[in-house]
């Protein structure tokens, strides 16, 4: 039995009638109920670079070049060859949204309201767009849902993993310790400030000035973290008289030199071990490249053969480069 507009009863009294000779108005809006908000994407995003190349090589210097050394008068001095750069490359990863539509859906919301196909296209246009942000952050925390050969060389990839092949040097070589990221700093389930201050120095302390700008936590773990510096608030003169004591810090807060940042897509990475994960990162060593030619481009629609849908997608390629696994960043492990 046709159900017309399909109006509720109450409010409506005469249901058939009405349901046969009303028209909906279309509220011109979409409630977003299922994305998720990713703001270390959107950070680690501002740093990147794009670049043209059909792959991405790069030096790596990978040992001290030991012939220099102190010297008198008509010494003669040893001229050794030494031969101190090992060559890296990595492969561009290519990232797809697809967007499909129905012929027969455009033709239809066409003949009942010229303006309707303009509300179906921009909703499926929405709906790509927030579920390929979706995509992109998920990639940066090794999502197991993709394939590991064509998934981007991903943070954990690089600074959480010590027995892979990564931008074509093994880690399993001796020869190639240079090329191992830092033991992860393990907080044993007790996240303290005087253990942070630790595994920042443990770190850093090797870094000279060159400190990292940033702090990868999970949610969860930015709630324990938080709290520990509110109570180290304090206030001059008589501010407390003045105005409500502050019990919380309004926006993201700074450890040493980095700003801390909470993500909910942390603790899903690589099949949910990531959960109680913190990442510090150096922006100098580690940070995503764009192929400039794939950069967020968005296809033609085409339809396929012997089908009659419109297709388009939307495309990224892109990598993560990192230069120095070893100064590029820190993680720490089982924080509370």
């Given amino acids: 039995m046709a159900t017309g507009s399909g109006?509720?009863?109450?409010?409506?009294?005469?249901?058939?009638?009405?349901?046969?000779?009303?028209?909906?108005?279309?509220?011109p809006i979409m409630g977003d109920?299922?994305?998720?908000?990713?703001?270390?994407?959107?950070?680690?995003?501002?740093?990147?670079?794009?670049?043209?190349?059909?792959?991405?090589?790069?030096?790596?210097?990978?040992?001290?070049?030991?012939?220099?050394?102190?010297?008198?008068?008509?010494?003669?001095l040893a001229s050794n060859i030494t031969d101190n750069v090992q060559a890296a490359e990595q492969q561009w990863r290519f990232y797809?949204?697809?967007?499909?539509?129905?012929?027969?859906?455009?033709l239809l919301n066409l003949a009942s309201n010229p303006a309707s196909i303009q509300n179906l296209l921009r909703n499926k246009l929405m709906i790509a767009a927030g579920s390929f942000l979706n995509l992109l952050s998920k990639a940066l925390w090794e999502d197991t849902s993709q394939s590991s050969s064509l998934r981007i060389d991903d943070l954990n990839a690089w600074l959480n993993t010590t027995n892979n092949n990564i931008a074509g040097i093994d880690r399993t070589q001796a020869a190639n310790s240079f090329w191992v990221p830092n033991t992860a700093f393990n907080m044993s389930n007790n996240t303290t400030i005087p253990a942070l201050h630790q595994a920042f120095w443990n770190y850093a302390g090797i870094m000279g000035y060159d400190y990292p700008q940033v702090m990868f936590l999970p949610p969860n773990n930015y709630a324990t973290l938080e709290p520990l510096f509110t109570q180290n608030i304090r206030y001059v003169s008589n501010e407390t008289d003045r105005r409500a004591v502050q019990t919380a810090l309004r926006q993201h807060f700074m450890f040493k030199s980095m700003v801390v940042i909470q993500d909910p897509f942390i603790a899903g990475g690589n099949g949910g071990t990531l959960a109680n994960t913190g990442w510090i990162i150096n922006y100098n060593y580690?940070?995503?490249l764009?192929?400039?030619?794939?950069?967020?481009?968005?296809?033609?629609?085409?339809?396929?053969?012997?089908?009659?849908?419109?297709?388009?997608y939307i495309r990224l390629g892109w990598n993560i480069i990192c230069v120095s696994p070893k100064k590029a960043g820190q993680v720490i492990t089982n924080m509370s």
């Fill in 96 to 106: 797809r949204q697809a967007i499909v539509v129905p012929e027969t859906d455009l």
């Fill in 33 to 76: 109920a299922v994305f998720q908000a990713s703001p270390v994407f959107g950070e680690f995003m501002r740093e990147g670079r794009r670049m043209e190349s059909a792959s991405i090589p790069f030096a790596v210097a990978s040992t001290i070049d030991t012939s220099g050394g102190v010297y008198w008068g008509a010494q003669v």
């Fill in 286 to 288: 580690i940070y995503p």
């Fill in 7 to 27: 109006l509720v009863s109450p409010p409506i009294v005469e249901i058939n009638t009405m349901n046969a000779v009303t028209t909906k108005y279309l509220q």
């Fill in 290 to 312: 764009f192929f400039s030619l794939l950069y967020f481009n968005f296809r033609p629609w085409q339809s396929p053969s012997f089908q009659f849908i419109l297709v388009s």
